[in-house]
């Protein structure tokens, strides 16, 4: 019977060692969970700052472009904005990254042709004026020359 006992407390106590040993591995895991839970939490504050910092920069260089109430939608409407400007004229877009000062003629003013050839005879004579350009200054002559002929019979654009 002695067997028995000695056996019985062998496999007690290797059993209690066991569990000793799961509890601590158990704890180690806890303890490492929450240590990747703060991690977590670190995170998330450095990111929601990062944004606060962002959103605030962001107002305060463009301040309210548009008017909208949700931050979001200010961001983006105002980006899709500024993409279509730079898309409008690719030019204007190019100068601006080299912070070039460039002038700056709208169609409507009464020199814009005058200031359109000269450009154009400028680049036809250095070799950069493209087909491209060239269909751009062929379309735009053609619309100035509608405008003066309604002008000329009198016609008034009716603005809404």
Request: proline residues 2%; hydrophobic residues 40%; contains cysteine.
């Given at each position: 019977m002695g067997t028995r006992w000695e056996d019985l407390r062998k496999r007690l106590v290797a059993d209690f060692i066991h569990d000793r040993d799961n509890y601590e591995n158990m704890n180690a895991h806890?303890?490492?969970?929450?240590a990747y839970i703060d991690g977590i939490e670190?995170?998330?504050d450095s990111w929601k700052s990062d944004?606060?910092?962002?959103?605030?920069?962001?107002?305060?260089?463009?301040g309210t472009i548009i008017n909208k109430t949700h931050l979001i939608d200010a961001l983006v409407l105002t980006t899709r904005e500024i993409v279509e400007a730079l898309k409008f004229h690719p030019r204007a877009a190019k100068l601006m990254?080299?912070?070039?000062?460039?002038?700056?003629?709208?169609?409507?003013?009464?020199?814009f042709?005058?200031?359109y050839c000269v450009i154009r005879s400028s680049e036809?004579?250095?070799g950069t004026w493209t087909e491209e350009d060239e269909r751009i200054y062929k379309s735009m002559m053609g619309r100035l020359l509608i405008r003066h002929g309604q002008e000329a019979m009198g016609y008034?654009?009716?603005?809404p």
């Amino acid at each position: 019977m002695g067997t028995r006992w000695e056996d019985l407390r062998k496999r007690l106590v290797a059993d209690f060692i066991h569990d000793r040993d799961n509890y601590e591995n158990m704890n180690a895991h806890c303890d490492a969970w929450a240590a990747y839970i703060d991690g977590i939490e670190k995170d998330r504050d450095s990111w929601k700052s990062d944004r606060d910092m962002f959103v605030n920069a962001w107002c305060r260089e463009l301040g309210t472009i548009i008017n909208k109430t949700h931050l979001i939608d200010a961001l983006v409407l105002t980006t899709r904005e500024i993409v279509e400007a730079l898309k409008f004229h690719p030019r204007a877009a190019k100068l601006m990254k080299k912070k070039k000062n460039f002038l700056v003629v709208a169609e409507d003013e009464p020199y814009f042709e005058a200031v359109y050839c000269v450009i154009r005879s400028s680049e036809t004579l250095k070799g950069t004026w493209t087909e491209e350009d060239e269909r751009i200054y062929k379309s735009m002559m053609g619309r100035l020359l509608i405008r003066h002929g309604q002008e000329a019979m009198g016609y008034r654009e009716v603005k809404p």
